[in-house]
């Protein structure tokens, strides 16, 4: 009971530091990129509040601790931001959107009282060769990226010229290479990482980071390949419950070091990486709101949609980023659930849901070692910035799935909760 209280006190700050950073940062420095002020009502506020309140404390119900760390990430990536983004804008549907899934995970906590677990047979990856077949593996797969050798731009490992990178870097390799590309950098090369760490083949370990950063500089700079090799690192130390807590006081901190950056020194640069990762998500949910709440899509922009004769011709995140925001060259993407919403509006959000519920049941019923946490960390990032086609097969959740089946390793009784 004292470490949730903990969690819970620190979550209630970290709420209110959300305001603090949007009304004092975010909107004096980037209002020209959307993010206003238009003054809140106060009841629409006392019900955010009473509503974020429940949720922070529904976790006090809550038994399995896999659950209840997705479950806080959830709050802290998605709601707290669709949140005060939604307040300030003056859209609050868009929280609500939002506050389904997370009610959801609950009761996926409360449903699953027998704490089901998948059984599964694994390859030996403790055999003598193994090791060696990795690196080559490894090597092999990195060597047609290397045609981009003269892209490289040192300063996007600071998440600096994002954008130049990849419009300078757009390459097709093939479409079998493509598709590999994130299931490789974000599940094959992270669990390697740990592997290797876990085995104390530091070297090893090492090599396979270098792999990650020169993946992420080759090919455009995806953010999520070097959070998610930096997730993988962090996740690995302690079991879930200290995991949950640590990720929130980490989060706590980050935020008051750029409040005190830019009272200090009048700068925003750690702010600037906030608005991306936790109100940036928000925002282009109204945006796409705007575009598509009284003409859906009907998921025309998947295959299935394509099969059903809904196929929309324009790429939709191109669309919104240079047509609707007006930035060549931008692609705004946005996740799971404003895909939901612009495809089949409440309903469209309730199959978002339910999609979201049957993968994070899936991921804790393969039981990993909680020492890989640091995988599944990456696609919840990436569920807020992804369409669901794209996060399965491009982005490589659903690799994830096959290949932990078969690789990754089971919590042993020690590790367990």
């Given at each position: 009971m004292g470490l949730k209280f903990i969690r819970i006190i620190l979550l209630f700050v970290l709420y209110l530091l959300f305001h603090l950073i949007y009304i004092n940062i975010i909107t004096v420095h980037f209002s020209y990129e959307g993010f206003t002020n238009e003054g809140i009502e106060h009841i629409v506020c006392f019900e955010h509040?009473?509503?974020?309140?429940?949720?922070?404390?529904?976790?006090?119900?809550?038994?399995?601790?896999?659950?209840n760390l997705i479950y806080n990430l959830?709050?802290?990536?998605?709601?707290?931001?669709?949140?005060?983004?939604?307040?300030?804008?003056?859209?609050?549907?868009?929280?609500l959107f939002v506050v389904v899934p997370q009610i959801a995970l609950f009761l996926l906590d409360i449903l699953d009282e027998n704490n089901f677990k998948i059984k599964r047979k694994q390859f030996d990856v403790n055999n003598k060769y193994f090791n060696s077949i990795a690196?080559?593996?490894?090597?092999i797969i990195l060597t047609p990226f290397l045609k981009n050798i003269g892209t490289i731009n040192l300063s996007n490992l600071l998440f600096n010229d994002i954008y130049d990178t990849r419009s300078d870097s757009r390459g097709s390799y093939g479409a079998i290479i493509n598709y590999l590309y994130s299931s490789i950098a974000r599940v094959v090369f992270p669990f390697l990482?740990?592997?290797?760490?876990?085995?104390?083949?530091?070297?090893?370990?090492?090599?396979?980071?270098?792999?990650?950063?020169?993946?992420?500089?080759?090919?455009?700079?995806?953010?999520?390949?070097?959070?998610?090799?930096?997730?993988?690192?962090?996740?690995?130390?302690?079991?879930?419950?200290?995991?949950?807590?640590?990720?929130i006081l980490m989060i706590n901190i980050m935020f008051v070091v750029s409040l005190l950056e830019n009272s200090l020194n009048g700068s925003y640069k750690i702010a600037d990486y906030i608005r991306r990762i936790f109100y940036l998500p928000g925002y282009l949910f109204d945006v796409y709101y705007q575009e598509f709440h009284d003409n859906f899509t009907y998921y025309g922009q998947t295959m299935l949609g394509t099969i059903l004769g809904n196929k929309i011709d324009s790429h939709i995140a191109s669309y919104i980023g240079e047509n609707i925001l007006g930035r060549k060259g931008m692609v705004?993407?946005?996740?799971?659930?404003?895909?939901?919403?612009?495809?089949?509006?409440?309903?469209?959000?309730?199959?978002?849901?339910?999609?979201?519920?049957?993968?994070?049941?899936?991921?804790?019923?393969?039981?990993?070692?909680?020492?890989?946490?640091?995988?599944?960390?990456?696609?919840?990032?990436?569920?807020?910035?992804?369409?669901?086609?794209?996060?399965?097969?491009?982005?490589?959740?659903l690799f994830l799935l096959i290949f932990g089946y078969f690789f990754i390793p089971k919590n042993d009784i020690k590790e367990r909760n």
């Open positions: 509040i009473m509503i974020i309140s429940a949720l922070i404390l529904l976790q006090l119900f809550m038994k399995n601790e896999f659950y959830f709050l802290v990536m998605i709601v707290f931001g669709q949140s005060v983004v939604s307040l300030y804008i003056g859209n609050n549907s868009l929280f690196i080559i593996f490894a090597i990482l740990i592997f290797f760490w876990i085995k104390k083949k530091y070297f090893l370990s090492a090599i396979v980071l270098f792999f990650i950063i020169l993946l992420f500089l080759l090919n455009g700079a995806v953010k999520s390949i070097l959070i998610g090799a930096l997730a993988a690192i962090a996740f690995y130390f302690f079991r879930y419950q200290i995991k949950n807590i640590i990720f705004a993407n946005v996740g799971i659930f404003a895909e939901g919403y612009i495809s089949m509006g409440v309903i469209g959000v309730f199959i978002a849901t339910i999609v979201l519920v049957v993968l994070i049941f899936l991921l804790k019923s393969l039981d990993f070692s909680h020492r890989y946490f640091g995988l599944i960390f990456t696609y919840i990032y990436i569920i807020n910035t992804s369409f669901l086609e794209t996060l399965l097969i491009t982005h490589g959740m």
